[in-house]
Each structure stands twice: as C-alpha cells, then as structure tokens.
C-alpha cells in the first residue's frame, strides 16, 4: 500500500513537488553521541535541495537538550573506514 504524499512548495527555489522524507542523523561523538531517527527533512527534486523547517529544528534542539527523557540506551556497531 502506497503512502499518500503530499507535496510541498520549497522554501528554496518556490517550486512545488518537494517531498518530507524520513532522516537519521548523528549529533556529537564518543559518549556524547546521540542519534536522532525519523528526523523530516524537505526535499526538493527541482532544485535539489533539502533542509530542515524551523519547527523541526526547535524539536531537534529540544531533544537534545533533554536527551535523557528521549533517549533509549542502545548497542551500536562501529567501523572505521580504512
């Protein structure tokens, strides 16, 4: 089953079409790393560009700040690249 999509103007070159796609990003490093997941992130295929609206970058912010009430400890994989 398809998701319904919606699309959006860019805020970038005032197209629409761009899309909110589902992101993961790491913040920091070593113990103070904190991975964010489904993070929504506007993409645009006309301009190619992608950014985080104002709200979403309050709410990573805010994450951030109060990681110990998000945060679920968890085991990770790493590998260097050699």
Do not use: W
Not at 55 to 64: A, N, Q, S, V, Y
Request: aromatic share 6%; hydrophobic share 40%; glycine share 6%.
């Amino acid at each position: 089953m398809k998701k319904n999509l919606q699309l959006l103007v860019c805020d970038n070159c005032g197209k629409k079409g761009a899309r909110v796609r589902k992101i993961v990003e790491a913040y920091g490093k070593g113990k103070d790393l904190l991975i964010i997941e489904d993070i929504p992130m506007v993409s645009c295929p006309n301009c190619g560009e992608s950014y985080f609206t104002a709200e979403t970058l309050h709410e990573i912010e805010r994450i951030k700040l109060h990681r110990d009430s998000f945060a679920a400890e968890k085991t990770v994989e790493v590998a260097a690249f050699v």
